[in-house]
């Protein structure tokens, strides 16, 4: 028996076929299919899914070919704890090369006086942080979950809220975008050691001048996490938070568009103690080939040609949303100004969850996502957050955007019958073979 809201048909375990007539060339993966054919089969699988369906979540991106060979280069096979020119390890000559490589583009990208790219992810680039920042029970300052914060900005199944006395701070019940006002009252009022600012669901300008100044009232210490941003930071199409932060925590892919990775910037005098939590404080050795990937991910980033690509990010993501809107949907806070899109489908009577499953079957695929002041549980929610940066390094257009717009609209608003859903199927087919992903092409 199917649920069925607003004449949305959902099954709860989709059996999804994809349809997969591009034709995808592969990372060399001759050797692997003779070594171990299963394997390699399962990667020529993912990449076709890829290659075949319209990825629309916010936090992915489609890395270069430079990128992901870099990712499975030779440096895979080194070992190397420390630090460039402080190793415990031999044999090292080349590996502080790349290293203090994409240290220096790291910092001259994002005008920071220090960088660290040992990180693995954005989550263990926040632990460093943390702990360079706070003891063990301090109190800090973090955007709500389930207002468009991030898991490790206190949520209580994170270490983060487990291990510090979290203050949350979210968005104006009105306008949906953050109350400036309303987080300098909380700040003067808890006097917090830190205050988090960053968010995975946050559509909007963030002002981080304004929070630095908000910081310096209420004695605490900025913590900027650009995850999301960083593409359109580097840009400079998005204010920066490194010159009002004293640490600003980033990945390396979403908009950035690297590889899969962690990477924290900091004032100098904040160096050391930085990059001893990373290492040996939370960390081994430092994952050199991610390394190596974020050196050309940063390269990639510096050329002209990477901020007009982050200019049509901009401009996909308001045309996505307007056409939404046009259509009927209502989307959080009235727009975008960055990649997001985060749409509430309340007055559809559909649950983020059905919406997000039933979008995956015709071959688009989302993230189901709460939305401010949501009454519905998060494995649920009341949203889908949309973005635009996949679809845009595979050269989507505003034309593009609003045919998706009005694909994701046949979808939820119909009754997503099989014919409808086929036809949906057909036309993101048809999309696909027109723009392939440019690493596997």
């Known amino acids: ?37 299963k394997a390699a089969t399962i990667l020529n699988l993912e990449a076709e899914r890829q290659a075949s369906t319209i990825n629309l979540i916010a936090s992915e991106n489609h890395a270069s070919r430079a990128v992901l060979e870099a990712q499975g280069s030779v440096l895979t096979d080194k070992y190397a704890e420390g630090y460039p020119g402080r190793r415990y390890y031999s044999g090292c000559i080349h590996i502080d090369e790349i290293e203090n490589l994409a240290v220096e583009r790291a910092r001259k990208l994002f005008k920071a006086e ?8 954005g989550s263990q680039a926040n632990m460093a942080a943390y702990s360079t920042l706070l003891e063990h029970g301090d109190t800090v300052m973090g955007m709500s979950l389930s207002h468009g914060g991030h898991l490790t900005h206190g949520a209580k199944v994170n270490f983060s809220g487990k291990w510090y006395n979290f203050v949350p701070y979210g968005v104006d019940r009105k306008t949906e975008m953050l109350n400036y006002d309303e987080i300098e009252k909380l700040a003067l009022e808890h006097k917090p050691e830190l205050i988090v600012v960053g968010a995975s669901s946050y559509s909007r300008i963030v002002d981080f ?3 630095g100044h908000i910081a310096d009232r209420a004695g605490a210490k900025l913590l900027a996490d650009m995850a999301h941003i960083a593409g359109i930071v580097a ?40 990059d001893a939590a990373v290492f040996p404080g939370i960390q081994g050795g430092p994952a050199m080939h991610a390394i190596a990937a974020k050196a050309v991910c940063f390269f990639e980033a510096m050329q002209p040609e990477f901020v007009h690509y982050q200019e049509l990010v901009l401009e996909n993501a308001r045309t996505l949303a307007s056409e939404l809107q046009r259509q009927g949907m209502r989307i959080v806070s009235g727009g975008t100004d960055n990649h997001i899109v985060l749409v509430d489908l309340s007055p559809q009577g559909i649950t983020g969850r059905d919406a997000e499953q039933a979008l995956e079957a015709t071959g688009i695929t989302v993230n189901r996502n709460t939305i401010p002041f949501d009454p519905r549980p998060a494995p649920i929610a009341s949203g889908i957050r949309l973005g635009t940066p996949a679809v845009t390094t595979r050269g989507f257009g505003a034309e593009e955007m609003r045919r998706v717009a009005s694909l994701i609209i046949k979808v939820l608003s119909s009754a997503a019958d099989k014919r409808t859903q086929e036809q949906v199927r057909l036309e993101i087919r048809d999309l696909c073979q027109q723009f392939p992903i440019p690493g596997l092409a």
Do not use: F, W
């Not at 028996?1 to 048909?9: K, N």
């Not at 220090?114 to 992810?121: I, L, P, R, T």
């Not at 009002?244 to 050391?272: D, F, N, Q, W």
């Open 209 to 211: 001048e304004r929070l």
């Open 235 to 274: 840009a400079g199409l998005h204010p920066s938070p490194v010159r009002y932060a004293h640490v600003s925590t980033s990945t390396t892919h979403k908009t950035l568009r690297g590889p899969r990775g962690g990477l924290i910037l900091c004032k100098r005098e904040m160096a050391s103690a930085i």
């Open 114 to 121: 220090h960088a660290n790219v040992q990180a693995h992810s």
């Open 1 to 37: 028996m199917h649920p069925v809201r607003s004449g949305l048909v959902v099954d709860r375990q989709p059996n999804i076929q994809y349809h997969y007539d591009t034709d995808v060339k592969t990372a060399n993966t001759s050797s692997l299919a003779q070594r171990d054919s």
